[in-house]
């Protein structure tokens, strides 16, 4: 079992809709968890940390579930802008640092 | 605020050649990272620095692969030899440092796309 999973996609969706993927990972002990975006040949970019009470931006809201190990993340309203790959990222430090990137789910807005 | 910079961002050279790849973090961010990025796959971890001492380079093939950061900003990585296999984006980021919290908001920079043939 990969330590980060991802459905790899591609989600294919109308703009307007709302969408939801999930990420689960492996380690119990993890500790941070973050959404990544990443546009085709460029370099990730923060989208949003994940708190453990959940934590929303705009149209973007971020849930952590311990118990199932998993994180998801929800688009409404989605734009044709929203079209990319996302990535999850889950950290565990302990007497060094492990972070462990998901291979991304695609996601693609259709007018 | 200038972001991480890397060059150069594109590089072809014939396996068994070396190559080196820059990046200069973001002013005031103690930690970097170097990763590899495969077509398709998301980032690995290759090497994290804090400062100028390393935290993890587990995943660094150090038979062919190594990195320095002098003086705790300026970073390279350099492959020598190449292999096909390692023809991939290489991805820089920096961060700051909070405690050992395991909180890391990375911001990468563009990156440098290496093609080995």
């Known amino acids: 079992r990969k330590e980060v999973e991802q459905d790899p996609g591609p989600f294919n969706v109308p703009e307007g809709a709302t969408v939801a993927f999930n990420c689960t990972y492996s380690n119990s002990a993890s500790q941070s968890f973050f959404w990544y975006r990443q546009d085709c040949r460029k370099e990730p970019k923060l989208l949003m940390s994940v708190y453990s009470s959940g934590n929303e931006d705009g149209r973007f809201t971020a849930q952590l579930n311990r118990a199932s190990q998993y994180i998801s993340l929800l688009i409404r309203d989605s734009k044709l802008s929203d079209s990319a790959t996302y990535l999850c990222v889950v950290t565990l430090y302990s007497s060094a640092s492990k972070i462990i990137f998901g291979s991304g789910t695609r996601l693609s807005i259709r007018p | 605020e200038a972001g991480v910079a890397q060059s150069p961002r594109y590089k072809i050279i014939e396996k068994r050649q070396s190559v080196a790849f820059w990046c200069n973090p973001i002013?005031?961010?103690?930690?970097l990272y170097w990763y590899q990025q495969i077509l398709g796959q998301g980032p690995k971890l290759l090497i994290q620095?804090?400062?100028?001492?390393?935290?993890?380079d587990s995943q660094l093939p150090k038979d062919r692969f190594s990195a320095e950061r002098l003086k705790g900003v300026d970073s390279t990585l350099k492959i020598q030899p190449a292999k096909l296999e390692d023809s991939a984006v290489y991805l820089c980021?920096?961060?700051?440092?909070?405690?050992?919290?395991?909180?890391?908001?990375?911001?990468f920079g563009p990156g440098t796309r290496l093609t080995v043939t």
């Open positions: 980021a920096s961060s700051l440092w909070i405690g050992g919290t395991g909180i890391y908001e990375q911001y």
């Open positions: 620095f804090q400062n100028n001492g390393v935290v993890d």
């Open positions: 002013s005031g961010h103690a930690t």
